[in-house]
């Protein structure tokens, strides 16, 4: 797969603030995945973004493909104390995944 | 339903000692299997994957070695570990297809002392 780089690599959020993390990659991605790690847990799949400018919500997660298909993001409204964990997109390409270095997020309550 | 077991969860071990962590999948056939290894507050480091019985493929080369003896068995070995073996082992499965998704198994936390 193609290397991905996210940022932040740390976020400190207030409880109910809202925040963005971000994927970017120098090359045009097939699709991006995300994945969340709870402290202690494995990474769990969230979703897949395969189309230019797609757009998926899961409740309190938005997440965007760019029109270029060379970044993604993931924005999190009214962010909850489950919402701790670390956050890592990812390019799936010839059996492998490669991830990006992930986003740790702190809540604040 | 699928899922994915690892074994032990925990486990310490001593400098230049041996070691065998095993993955087993179930409810699926032929699955591409994942070892990754994350260092506390890292990234995910793949190691080897593979995408069928003794079809193995070396990511990073390092003193651990992977076998794939049955279709849902994965295992990491290493004959004599170091201390910067330590860390959180990850195994994963998919499909197989194209674009994919990996499934975690609840991983095995190793340190090594």
């Known amino acids: 797969g193609q290397q991905v780089m996210q940022i932040p690599q740390y976020q400190h959020v207030q409880e109910g603030e809202d925040f963005t993390t971000y994927c970017n990659s120098s090359?045009?991605?097939?699709?991006i995945q995300w994945y969340k790690q709870r402290p202690g847990g494995h990474p769990v799949f969230l979703i897949q973004?395969?189309?230019?400018?797609e757009v998926k919500k899961q409740k309190r997660l938005t997440f965007q493909f760019g029109e270029a298909k060379k970044n993604s993001s993931l924005h999190i409204t009214a962010t909850q104390t489950t919402d701790v964990g670390t956050y890592f997109c990812a390019n799936a390409a010839g059996n492998k995944l490669t991830f990006g270095g992930g986003t740790r997020v702190l809540v604040k309550p | 339903s699928q899922t994915i077991h690892q074994w032990p969860a925990t486990l310490v071990q001593p400098v230049g000692s041996p070691l065998s962590l095993e993955c087993t999948v179930e409810g699926t056939s032929n699955p591409n299997l994942y070892w990754y290894r994350q260092a506390a507050g890292r990234g995910l480091q793949l190691l080897f994957y593979?995408?069928?019985?003794?079809?193995i493929s070396s990511e990073v080369p390092q003193n651990l070695s992977a076998s794939r003896p049955q279709d849902r068995q994965f295992i990491l070995s290493s004959k004599k570990l170091l201390l910067s073996d330590s860390g959180f082992y990850l195994c994963?499965?998919?499909?197989?297809?194209?674009?994919?998704?990996?499934?975690f198994g609840p991983g095995t936390r190793l340190t090594v002392l």
């Open positions: 973004l395969v189309k230019s400018g």
């Open positions: 593979s995408v069928g019985i003794g079809q």
């Open positions: 994963a499965w998919s499909l197989g297809l194209a674009v994919d998704t990996q499934y």
């Open positions: 090359t045009t991605l097939s699709n």
